[in-house]
């Protein structure tokens, strides 16, 4: 058996790089704990150029994302057939063994027009694994068909037109598995981030039409205790001016700090806690000295200075790019200028 | 069959994987071709146990290193001979980071980070023994924070380093347990040695020199770990810290006054024994309570029972700096003593009948050693101030004497 197991392994090395992706998911593969070295050996994609996923593969979007140097993202998560994750109300739902959870990312040549001329750039995979859950990143190759996997991360030199219709050039940097532990971490494992409730609490446009996220995995059977659409927690987007800018400003702050800037989380020791749900003001930075924060102090005194956004620490390292001061630490080359508007906005707004 | 299987296993890793490190006791990271991705993928793909052997030479990073295997020895050539220098780095907010247990760091040097030198979060037995971290221009606030910088880990041995330039504390240990900080040298940082929100604690055999404050053994509110206590600080030289702070304001150490030799704000039972203090131009020996408001009911700023026993002192206190010189100075003149408790204290009666047992600042030194106890609670509370109190005297007496910190990657000495 042992035996069997292990030619299949070395046919699915040899051969995935001569045949067309797999259209069905190689589960077996997935539990692997050595990663394959072709994306395509999966078989998570039925054609990978378009991000077609495979059977039981299914797309989902985030209200909130978190930034990424203005990158698009076509989200996937797997799980095995006969299984299913659990909801929590606050936390990433549970997911069993054999789960996959996929994320692209890509650029289209201008990024005012989104679909059109989109380059793959690399594909990570957070795989939940006997022994928890794995996370590999693949970098597609320059003819779009595959994409490679990288261990130790990558710098890549990209050029695109940005919101601004200016031309933009900058080092994209795919993490090294140490670095996706970074901020996929909670007590030390790693662990998912945007699969919550209320960042799944939403519609998407499903090719079998449009569908609250949560009904659609409740119903396509990957999801189980949901309560009513009425009980799930939801935030609203970044831009939805009709909404508290307290909801906002916090909902942005819990996807783009809050998995490390969290008790359970790498950022602990600062005691800056960002988590949706934090109720302590200070323990959310108002008026919370800074701590181990050297020059990202900015000379300022407080995290969030009420009312006075440009005196605020949390402010002053979401504009900055030095490698020294900017937050958050990995994941972006450019600041992020709608979220630096809603957070200067959200602290001038304190009192 | 069972060889069989595990050779063909073998032969699909290797080909998944390029390089070979598997069940290797040691592994030769590669000078040639990109160092950068020779040291990361061998820092991750390591086999637990295993040593990873950097090679002489000077090479220039661009992105933060990271380790999170447990059980492994990163060992150079010297401190002097494999320098990492990340003048360059473009990501990452330290040189080094290490989130696994059991890790030993050796001979070798990390130069010039933007951000901190080398860091352990959340480690179970993390080792530095003769590293070397430095900013190569000297004092500038546009230095990384922290030169050696082990948090929320327990089990911390720091031997032999050197580490300089720092724009915060050069050796710093925070929210940690069971500490052992020696044969160092930390010099042109604004704070040389730093314990911080810290459980047992030796620093002992260090030489803090050439920065603005010597030793700091600080408690701050607000942090996951609060309460430091039982740290002891012997046989140092904290001497001729003369350069200004160069703290980004906002930190508590851009507080700290040129010329100090060492500075006790808040924690509890602190033994201060064997060291050496001298030309320290604000203070040698400062004992203080958190100076500025907060909002945190768990937090006690005060330092107590703090016992300060057979220390030399040398000139001090005739050119002081920041709070040294707007408060302590016209309070006390010139030079300012060489042992100044703020006198703060929890409430009335103890500033009127002294501080609980437990809790007293306990002074034992050679006759001449100067003290004054400013009395700030009964300065503020008597309508006609009071003036401090200079007489050594009070606080003579004795404490037990604190145990010595064991740590298990030690049991071999």
Request: aromatic share 8%; charged share 20%; glycine share 8%.
């Amino acid at each position: 058996m042992a035996l069997f197991r292990v030619v299949l392994l070395i046919a699915a090395a040899l051969c995935a790089a001569a045949l067309p992706a797999a259209a069905q998911v190689q589960d077996e593969l997935l539990l692997s704990k050595r990663p394959q070295k072709l994306l395509s050996a999966y078989g998570l994609f039925a054609d990978g150029a378009q991000q077609a996923p495979a059977s039981g593969v299914v797309p989902y979007d985030l209200q909130v994302p978190l930034f990424t140097d203005y990158a698009e993202k076509y989200r996937f998560v797997y799980v095995p057939a006969g299984q299913k994750a659990t909801y929590h109300d606050t936390e990433v739902f549970d997911f069993p063994v054999g789960s996959v959870l996929v994320k692209t990312f890509a650029y289209p040549a201008d990024l005012r027009k989104p679909d059109e001329d989109v380059t793959l750039i690399e594909t990570r995979l957070l795989i939940h694994q006997e022994a928890g859950w794995n996370a590999w990143a693949y970098v597609w190759n320059e003819d779009q068909k595959d994409a490679t996997l990288k261990v130790a991360g990558k710098v890549l030199p990209l050029d695109f037109i940005n919101l601004a219709g200016e031309a933009q050039s900058i080092n994209y940097v795919v993490p090294n598995k140490n670095q996706c532990k970074g901020c996929h971490s909670f007590d030390k494992a790693v662990t998912p981030i945007g699969p919550k409730a209320r960042n799944l609490n939403k519609e998407y446009a499903f090719a079998s039409g449009s569908e609250n996220q949560l009904i659609h995995w409740s119903n396509a059977g990957l999801l189980d205790g949901a309560p009513a659409l009425d009980q799930i927690p939801s935030v609203p987007t970044m831009n939805d001016a009709g909404a508290d800018i307290n909801a906002r400003a916090r909902a942005y702050l819990d996807i783009n700090c809050a998995h490390c800037h969290r008790a359970e989380g790498p950022g602990s020791t600062s005691g800056l806690f960002l988590t949706y749900g934090e109720k302590s003001a200070v323990t959310w930075g108002y008026e919370k000295r800074p701590v181990a924060a050297g020059r990202g102090s900015g000379g300022f005194t407080y995290d969030v200075a009420p009312g006075n956004a440009d005196e605020s620490i949390l402010l002053y390292r979401m504009i900055s790019t030095d490698p020294g001061i900017m937050m958050p630490e990995v994941g972006r080359t450019l600041a992020h200028e709608e979220g630096i508007k809603l957070i200067r906005d959200w602290i001038n707004s304190l009192e | 069959m069972k060889t069989i299987d595990s050779v063909i296993v073998g032969i699909v890793a290797s080909s998944i994987i390029s390089m070979n490190v598997f069940a290797q006791e040691t592994v030769e990271v590669s000078a040639e071709g990109s160092f950068q991705e020779n040291l990361q993928e061998a820092l991750i793909l390591a086999e637990p146990g295993s040593t990873l052997m950097l090679p002489a030479g000077r090479f220039e990073l661009q992105s933060a290193l990271s380790l999170d295997v447990p059980n492994i020895t990163i060992k150079g050539a010297g401190m002097e001979e494999t320098v990492l220098s990340f003048a360059g780095q473009v990501s990452g907010s330290e040189g080094l980071l290490v989130t696994s247990d059991g890790v030993w760091l050796e001979g070798f040097a990390v130069e010039d980070t933007p951000g901190d030198g080398i860091k352990a979060k959340g480690v179970d037995q993390i080792s530095f023994k003769d590293i070397r971290v430095e900013w190569t221009n000297g004092p500038d606030a546009e230095n990384g924070a922290y030169g050696l910088y082990p948090v929320e880990s327990k089990n911390v041995l720091i031997d032999g380093a050197l580490v300089k330039g720092a724009s915060d504390a050069g050796i710093y240990v925070g929210q940690s347990q069971h500490i052992i900080v020696r044969n160092s040298r930390a010099e042109y940082n604004v704070a040389g040695i730093e314990i911080e929100n810290s459980f047992f604690a030796d620093v002992y055999d260090n030489v803090a020199t050439h920065n603005t404050g010597g030793i700091l053994v600080f408690d701050l509110p607000n942090l996951p770990q609060m309460g430091g206590h039982s740290v002891r600080v012997f046989n140092n030289k904290s001497v001729n810290n003369d350069t200004a702070n160069f703290a980004p304001e906002g930190n508590i150490v851009a507080t700290v006054p040129k010329g100090t030799g060492l500075l006790v704000m808040a924690n509890s039972n602190i033994e201060v024994f064997g060291n050496e203090f001298a030309e320290n131009a604000s203070a040698n020996v400062l004992l203080a309570a958190y100076p500025r408001e907060y909002n945190d009911e768990d937090y006690n700023p005060l330092p107590r029972g703090i016992y300060v026993h057979g220390n030399t002192y040398g000139r001090a206190g005739w050119e002081p700096d920041k709070a040294v010189a707007e408060l302590i100075a016209p309070a006390t003149g010139l030079p300012v003593p060489d042992i100044v408790w703020d006198g703060a204290v929890d409430g009335v009666w103890s500033a009127f009948f002294g501080p609980d047992e437990q809790d007293r600042i306990i002074i034992d030194e050679a006759d001449g050693t100067t003290f004054a106890n400013l009395q700030f609670v009964k300065d503020l509370v008597l309508p006609w101030g009071a003036d401090p109190k200079t007489d050594i005297a009070d606080h003579a007496g004795e404490r037990p004497r604190l145990s010595a910190v064991q740590l298990p990657q030690l049991e071999s000495d």
